[in-house]
């Protein structure tokens, strides 16, 4: 064995030692989350890392009664790794650069009311929406979720991760704008992104103004930013469908994320 992975061997099992994610809790918590069994042993390794760092770093805020255990606070940092795991470079933790936007999670036990009003302008568009939701985040605040929609379940074709979607939004800040276009890998070509999700997107909405079977989640037709987000969900929950359906979207994702789930 090379010096080099001798030394980095030390450094995984002090950073292992150091972890707020103890070994049991790890595997008992990772048992019910079918997404991460699609990583290798040692990429759990790094998930787990990862994942206690998340925890280090981002404080996890019960409110309304919401009970918060310990696999529920080790489920949502791994899903937060698994969304940026394939971003760490050779850096350590690099990877949580891109978290850097939000700083806590808000974890209601059910959809929760959002707290605005309905206001409509003087011609008659909706300007605000009084409604109950399952996730929210904004520029300034964090992230905000309830546990019944984003707590692990089977893999669906239909993806529903809820967490990942206001992760993704938050990406999507990152550089100013939400508009489903998050910073992209210097590799990655700003015309070829753009066409994947235009193209993707207005089929989406000729599904739906047709009264066809919509492809993904008809949420993602309400305009570019949710697109992307509920891409993000498919992604990861149901690769193969979104790869089927939307082909090009599928690479872009797989290029920025910096993974492949896809079989085929």
Request: include cysteine; hydrophobic fraction near 40%; charged fraction near 20%.
């Amino acid at each position: 064995m090379s010096l080099f992975k001798t030394i980095q061997r030390v450094v995984v099992r002090q950073r292992l030692r150091q972890s707020k994610i103890p070994l049991r809790l790890w595997h008992r918590t990772i048992a019910n989350m079918p997404m991460v069994q699609r990583y290798t042993a040692q990429e759990r390794l790094q998930l787990r890392l990862l994942a206690g760092e998340v925890l280090r770093l981002k404080q996890i805020v019960p409110v309304q009664g919401m009970v918060l255990t310990d696999e529920i606070r080790v489920t949502l940092a791994t899903q937060a790794a698994m969304v940026v795991f394939g971003l760490e470079s050779v850096n350590q933790f690099s990877a949580l650069d891109w978290l850097r936007n939000w700083n806590h999670i808000i974890v209601y036990p059910t959809p929760f009311r959002n707290g605005r009003e309905n206001l409509l302008s003087p011609n008659g568009l909706v300007m605000s929406q009084s409604a109950f939701q399952s996730g929210e985040t904004s520029h300034q605040g964090g992230i905000i979720i309830d546990w019944q929609d984003d707590a692990p379940h089977p893999l669906r074709a239909h993806a529903n991760q809820v967490f990942m979607h206001e992760m993704a939004h938050k990406l999507d800040m990152l550089d100013g704008n939400t508009n489903g276009h998050p910073p992209l890998h210097a590799t990655m070509k700003e015309s070829d992104w753009f066409s994947a999700f235009e193209v993707a997107f207005e089929t989406l909405q000729l599904q739906i103004n047709y009264g066809q079977s919509p492809a993904i989640n008809p949420y993602a037709a309400t305009n570019a930013a949710e697109f992307f987000a509920v891409s993000t969900e498919y992604f990861f929950e149901s690769p193969e469908h979104l790869k089927r359906v939307f082909p090009d979207v599928y690479r872009q994702l797989c290029l920025f994320y910096k993974q492949d789930f896809a079989k085929n």
